[in-house]
């Protein structure tokens, strides 16, 4: 079958996109993906091996009646190029993993009448998901709590779709925790708002490994802050290893213990797939405070501890890790709350959501124009 991806604009939505892209092909399918032309998406697409459709988009971040104006305009524009496009060769089915990037190939699909399934990452749905909800076909849902957030016909949870490579090595059992080994600390600032966290975790740290030995130090800093970071941990005399970006996560999650990281969809997801315990801080500038939202939902299994960056203290967080290494019971608890959300391989769920919309279509009556209604 002919299936299209529309995920571009941002790594959260082009990466969970590409998996299932990549998860579609293997089954034998044509698979195009619709992307936004931004810079973020061209390391992304390395090793994509398929067709490409680019449609310029934006978003609405505020301005004012003027830019909302612009932007409005500027989808509309999309969507009329999108149809074009669409019309040359009609999808069987279409996937939007959301974004500003999306409302374009979603709305043409709708008026071709080729079915459209869509993807929620986030327990709040953003404002792509929430204008397309209404006339798609399936909406797929990484959070069982964004049921109490969206209508649509037919919501179905399945988590998150992952790299492959990141959900095969997470199959074999976790072993159990070695007191002979450091207890080892996995920081990820990521790439957004990171500074502060990068700085605070360096100063706590320090003060928690003065107190006692014993640690090992894994930060995944952002490439910004890479070089800064490193330079912190070697001043207080801290043998951390530091990283500015990691394409091998999988070996980190292996060996880590402890995570110290934001609550991106991605995130809470590879958390739950390797069931590792964390202390969660969500990035407070995140749209419609989204990752909040994600926390509070690990939180209230008992997955994971959370804590507000304007409440994030050196010494409140040297207190907390010292604790945690000591707390081995709650941290055998935390990781089985954390594998209790896991929904195992979610790109090869949503890849037959995206089949099974395509073979309904197939037995729908055709337009006079081609399409099918």
């Not at 939505?13 to 936004?36: K, N, S």
């Not at 043409?108 to 709040?124: F, K, R, T």
């Not at 492959?164 to 074999?172: D, F, I, K």
């Not at 405070?289 to 507000?308: F, L, Y």
């Amino acid at each position: 079958m002919k299936i299209h991806v529309a995920c571009g604009g941002t790594g959260g939505h082009i990466f969970p996109g590409l998996a299932t892209a990549e998860e579609l092909q293997r089954r034998g399918h044509e698979v195009t993906l619709w992307l936004a032309g931004k810079d973020v998406e061209g390391p992304a697409l390395c090793e994509w091996r398929g067709n490409v459709i680019t449609v310029p988009a934006e978003g609405y971040q505020g301005g004012g009646v003027l830019r909302a104006a612009h932007v409005v305009w500027k989808l509309l524009w999309a969507i009329r190029i999108c149809r074009r496009k669409m019309q040359v060769d009609p999808p069987d089915a279409l996937l939007a993993m959301g974004s500003y990037a999306s409302i374009g190939p979603a709305k043409a699909a709708n008026q071709l009448g080729v079915p459209v399934i869509l993807h929620e990452a986030n327990v709040l749905p953003g404002r792509a998901i929430r204008v397309c909800a209404r006339r798609a076909a399936t909406v797929a849902a990484a959070f069982e709590e964004t049921r109490y957030y969206l209508r649509s016909r037919r919501l179905v949870v399945i988590g998150m779709p992952l790299r492959r490579s990141l959900v095969e090595a997470a199959n074999p059992p976790r072993p159990p925790r070695n007191d002979s080994r450091p207890f080892t600390v996995l920081i990820m600032g990521g790439s957004r708002g990171a500074r502060s966290l990068n700085r605070i975790v360096v100063s706590a740290v320090t003060v928690a490994t003065r107190r006692r030995p014993g640690w090992r130090i894994l930060h995944l800093t952002g490439a910004s802050d890479e070089t800064e970071t490193r330079d912190l941990y070697a001043q207080a005399g801290i043998s951390a290893e530091v990283f500015g970006f990691c394409t091998h996560m999988e070996t980190l999650y292996a060996q880590t213990d402890l995570v110290i990281c934001r609550s991106g969809a991605s995130t809470c997801a590879e958390l739950a797939l390797y069931g590792l315990p964390a202390l969660l801080v969500p990035y407070p500038f995140a749209a419609r405070n989204h990752q909040t939202a994600n926390a509070h939902a690990m939180e209230k299994v008992g997955a994971v501890d959370v804590v507000m960056e304007s409440d994030l203290e050196s010494d409140w967080l040297a207190e907390y890790l010292a604790s945690m290494r000591n707390a081995t019971g709650r941290l055998d608890r935390m990781r089985q709350a954390s594998q209790g959300r896991a929904h195992g391989d979610a790109a090869a769920a949503l890849a037959s959501e995206v089949e099974q919309a395509a073979r309904d279509r197939q037995g729908a009556p055709a337009a006079e124009d081609g399409s099918r209604i």
